[in-house]
């Protein structure tokens, strides 16, 4: 697109040197998330830039997401917002962007963030890779007086030209490991995991992901309904990965107040508090090597988001009251049973933390979804606390017609009660109690309703609902699964105030 030939004459000898240096670290690296973290670091040092941040472009959804967001001097619990303009027009022209007075800038007069931000100076690249944009390198200075200079603009031009060749080489490689992974699991996949009883096709599903993502060290989320079975999970991932003979710590995070959550998780130096009369390390330090599993990821209080981002992206971590900068390496597993997206539209959860914690999605079905797994389970759980009871068909047929708000923790819960009610040694139906309330709300759940009394378009309705549910809200998915276009859907979510 430009025939101006590139000119580097601002760049010194000092400058190459860098070039040169950062070009062979990358080389060596092969995780993208370490090159972007390291790649960053390195170029503020060399911009005196306030803000760097890798934003990897969606092509897909047409969205920019920030990955790595790296900041020198500003407040850790200081909200960070980009300017899309400056993204958009980068997506278009492919061009880099110099702003050098940003403020009076009138590219930028419409510019929300960056007048909210009082951004001074603007420095971003495209990485394009295979002719596509891939992401943004940005680069920006706030309320320092630092503002860029040609220099600085050569030497990112220059530079990431060169990184993203070096990006390139990193996912090529990437692709062709994440294929190698896939095949040899295919060979060595066993079809169960025993702590997780389930047979139907969606359990299969769910054991296949597991075995498949329990090989590689990404961090992972779990959603899904109360009692589905969200911790078994996390812990099948670990029970089969490389870290199986390292810790598996579990920490639930609802409503726990944010310090005393803090020095659980990071542990604290003597006298940083009153009580603190000893060092005490945190769950991270001592799952090192391990897994932590973080349940109800949702409640982690705003404060501490940024710590946990600081720890998935650098392995950093401080324990409270203390200075020293230590690591850890541990995977993190988390669950939720809430919709994060919408506690990110809620300003309640940072999107970067959520899409480094989101790199692979599971979600748990609940137990209505899976109702041919209710007679393993109720063998299963007879077999565990009472070997002397049996069932009958009659009270299977029971089990099998009712809804499971609870999911698999209630089942559980019910059988437990029935052994205890039971008339004699086999439970029949009528020993069985199911909670009216659950009865109720279950059946507000169920479609029958609709094929007896429902129109057309309140059937359509409901299938939607429940397919975005399915997918976790991600509507480019959902319209595939039903054939439809994004663009159907979204009108249709629109309408039904999803
Ligand atoms: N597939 C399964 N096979 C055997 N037991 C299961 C299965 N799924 C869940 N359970 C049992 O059900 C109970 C609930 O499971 P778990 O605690 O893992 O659910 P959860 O999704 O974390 O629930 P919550 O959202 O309430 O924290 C546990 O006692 C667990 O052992
Ligand atoms: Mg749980």
Same mark, same amino acid.
């Given at each position: 697109?430009?025939?101006?030939?590139?000119?580097?004459?601002?760049?010194?000898? @000092?400058?190459?040197?860098? $070039?040169?240096?950062?070009?062979?670290?990358?080389?060596?690296?092969?995780?993208?998330?370490?090159?972007?973290?390291?790649? #960053?670091?390195? %170029?503020?040092?060399?911009?005196?830039a306030?803000?760097?941040?890798?934003?990897?472009?969606? /092509?897909?959804?047409?969205?920019?997401?920030?990955?790595?967001?790296?900041?020198?001097?500003?407040?850790?619990?200081e909200?960070?917002?980009?300017?899309?303009?400056?993204? /958009?027009?980068?997506?278009?022209?492919? /061009?880099? !962007?110099?702003?050098?007075?940003?403020?009076?800038?009138?590219?930028?007069?419409?510019?929300?963030?960056?007048?909210?931000?009082?951004?001074?100076?603007i420095?971003?690249?495209?990485?394009?890779?295979k002719?596509?944009?891939?992401?943004?390198l940005?680069?920006?200075?706030?309320?320092?007086?630092?503002h860029?200079?040609?220099?600085?603009?050569?030497?990112?031009?220059?530079?990431?030209?060169?990184?993203?060749?070096?990006?390139? /080489?990193?996912?090529?490689r990437?692709?062709?490991e994440?294929?190698?992974?896939?095949? =040899?699991?295919?060979?060595?996949?066993?079809?169960?995991?025993?702590?997780?009883?389930?047979?139907s096709?969606?359990m299969? @599903?769910?054991?296949?992901? $597991?075995?498949?993502?329990?090989? &590689?060290?990404?961090?992972?989320?779990?959603?899904?309904?109360?009692?589905?079975?969200?911790e078994?999970?996390?812990?099948?991932?670990h029970?089969?990965?490389?870290?199986?003979?390292?810790?598996? $710590?579990?920490?639930? !995070?609802?409503?726990?107040?944010?310090?005393?959550?803090?020095?659980?998780?990071?542990?604290?130096?003597?006298?940083?508090?009153?009580?603190?009369?000893?060092?005490?390390?945190?769950?991270?330090?001592?799952?090192n090597?391990?897994?932590?599993?973080?349940?109800?990821?949702?409640?982690?209080?705003?404060? #501490?988001?940024?710590?946990?981002?600081?720890?998935?992206?650098n392995?950093?971590?401080?324990?409270?009251?203390?200075?020293?900068?230590?690591?850890?390496?541990?995977?993190?597993v988390?669950? &939720?049973?809430?919709?994060?997206?919408?506690?990110?539209?809620?300003?309640?959860?940072?999107?970067?933390?959520?899409?480094?914690?989101?790199?692979?999605?599971?979600?748990?079905?609940? %137990? =209505?979804?899976?109702?041919?797994?209710?007679?393993?389970?109720?063998?299963?759980?007879?077999?565990?606390?009472?070997?002397?009871?049996?069932?009958?068909?009659?009270?299977? @047929?029971?089990?099998?017609?009712?809804?499971?708000?609870?999911?698999?923790?209630?089942?559980?819960? !019910?059988?437990?009660?029935?052994?205890?009610?039971?008339?004699?040694? &086999?439970?029949?139906?009528?020993?069985?109690q #199911?909670?009216?309330?659950?009865?109720?709300?279950?059946?507000?759940?169920?479609?029958?309703? %609709?094929e007896?009394?429902?129109?057309?378009?309140?059937?359509?309705?409901?299938? $939607?609902k429940?397919?975005?549910?399915?997918?976790?809200?991600? @509507?480019?998915?959902?319209?595939?699964?039903?054939?439809?276009?994004?663009?159907? %859907?979204?009108?249709?979510?629109k309408?039904?105030?999803?």
């Amino acid at each position: 697109m430009s025939n101006n030939i590139e000119k580097y004459d601002k760049l010194t000898e @000092k400058h190459l040197a860098t $070039i040169h240096r950062l070009t062979r670290q990358m080389s060596a690296m092969s995780d993208e998330e370490n090159v972007l973290d390291t790649l #960053l670091n390195q %170029l503020i040092d060399e911009t005196g830039a306030e803000v760097g941040a890798f934003i990897y472009y969606d /092509q897909e959804q047409d969205r920019f997401i920030p990955r790595s967001i790296i900041t020198r001097g500003i407040p850790s619990n200081e909200e960070i917002n980009f300017s899309q303009t400056v993204f /958009q027009q980068i997506l278009k022209t492919r /061009q880099a !962007i110099l702003s050098f007075d940003t403020q009076s800038d009138s590219n930028y007069q419409n510019a929300q963030s960056v007048i909210i931000n009082q951004i001074h100076s603007i420095l971003a690249f495209p990485l394009i890779i295979k002719d596509q944009v891939y992401g943004i390198l940005y680069f920006d200075s706030r309320k320092n007086r630092q503002h860029f200079n040609e220099a600085n603009r050569q030497f990112l031009s220059l530079f990431s030209a060169i990184a993203s060749l070096a990006m390139e /080489q990193i996912l090529t490689r990437r692709k062709y490991e994440n294929e190698n992974i896939i095949l =040899r699991n295919r060979l060595e996949q066993p079809s169960r995991i025993p702590a997780l009883i389930g047979e139907s096709p969606v359990m299969q @599903k769910l054991f296949s992901i $597991i075995n498949k993502v329990a090989k &590689t060290d990404v961090s992972v989320l779990i959603t899904g309904e109360n009692g589905t079975g969200k911790e078994l999970v996390a812990r099948a991932i670990h029970d089969l990965s490389d870290r199986h003979d390292k810790p598996f $710590i579990a920490q639930y !995070i609802g409503n726990i107040p944010a310090t005393i959550l803090e020095s659980e998780l990071f542990g604290y130096k003597k006298g940083a508090f009153t009580g603190a009369t000893a060092d005490r390390i945190g769950l991270f330090e001592a799952a090192n090597g391990g897994t932590l599993f973080l349940d109800e990821i949702g409640d982690l209080p705003f404060e #501490l988001q940024a710590k946990l981002l600081r720890i998935l992206q650098n392995k950093e971590f401080k324990r409270l009251g203390e200075n020293l900068i230590r690591h850890a390496d541990v995977r993190i597993v988390a669950a &939720t049973n809430q919709d994060l997206t919408q506690l990110i539209k809620e300003g309640k959860f940072r999107e970067d933390l959520y899409y480094r914690l989101n790199v692979v999605r599971i979600v748990v079905p609940p %137990l =209505r979804d899976r109702k041919s797994d209710i007679p393993l389970l109720v063998n299963h759980f007879l077999q565990k606390d009472n070997p002397d009871m049996q069932i009958s068909n009659a009270a299977l @047929k029971k089990l099998m017609d009712y809804n499971w708000p609870g999911n698999v923790r209630q089942l559980e819960n !019910i059988i437990k009660r029935t052994c205890i009610m039971a008339a004699n040694s &086999t439970i029949e139906p009528e020993d069985i109690q #199911l909670d009216d309330l659950e009865v109720e709300a279950s059946n507000n759940l169920l479609p029958e309703k %609709l094929e007896t009394e429902a129109t057309l378009e309140e059937i359509k309705n409901y299938i $939607i609902k429940r397919r975005l549910e399915q997918f976790n809200g991600n @509507k480019t998915r959902a319209a595939k699964s039903l054939n439809i276009s994004l663009r159907a %859907l979204q009108l249709k979510a629109k309408e039904l105030g999803l």
